[in-house]
């Protein structure tokens, strides 16, 4: 019988909803959010870096835990918790974000560690670690895109 073996006869393909347009995701995702967002790449780090970072989120974290369970974080008491740390002037930016949440960047050669305190979702200090942003911003974030 000819045409009889699937093997042998062409088959339609249908594309999966999930990975409409390409994107891997639902069908409403931007399909250039990595081409749009290239500009906000930071550097890598060696292991060395990586492993001094984490030593530093660590340090961070537990030097900023009482501004957070005291729902005391300003930037200035941030700032201030930093310098306290070691971290010297110009090397820390702070911002707010709503009464309760203070977030910072402290820059450290070729790494950035970025971070926050919220005293409102459980005192909360997160931080992580990162190589400095290839758009030659240093730790600070670029903003704006092309």
């Known amino acids: 019988m000819v045409g009889s073996d699937a093997s042998a006869s062409p088959t339609a393909s249908v594309a999966d909803p999930g990975t409409e347009r390409g994107t ?3 069908g409403d995702a931007n399909p250039r959010y990595a081409e749009n967002h290239a500009f906000q790449s ?3 780090l060696s292991e060395a870096d990586r492993a001094r ?3 530093e989120v660590k340090r961070v974290k537990r030097g900023l835990a009482a501004l957070a369970e005291g729902r005391k974080s300003t930037e200035d008491s941030v700032l201030q918790a930093l310098h306290a740390l070691g971290y010297p002037d110009g090397s820390v930016t ?5 009464p309760h949440r203070t977030s910072f960047t402290v820059a450290l050669g070729t790494l950035c560690l970025d971070g926050s305190l919220d005293g409102e ?3 909360l200090v997160n931080a ?6 290839m758009e030659g911003t240093g730790c600070v974030k670029p903003r704006g895109g092309h």
């Open 42 to 44: 930071t550097l890598g």
């Open 94 to 98: 702070t911002s707010t974000f709503g």
């Open 121 to 123: 979702a459980g005192a």
């Open 24 to 26: 891997g995701q639902g």
């Open 53 to 55: 970072g984490e030593a």
């Open 128 to 133: 992580e670690v990162h190589g400095r942003y």
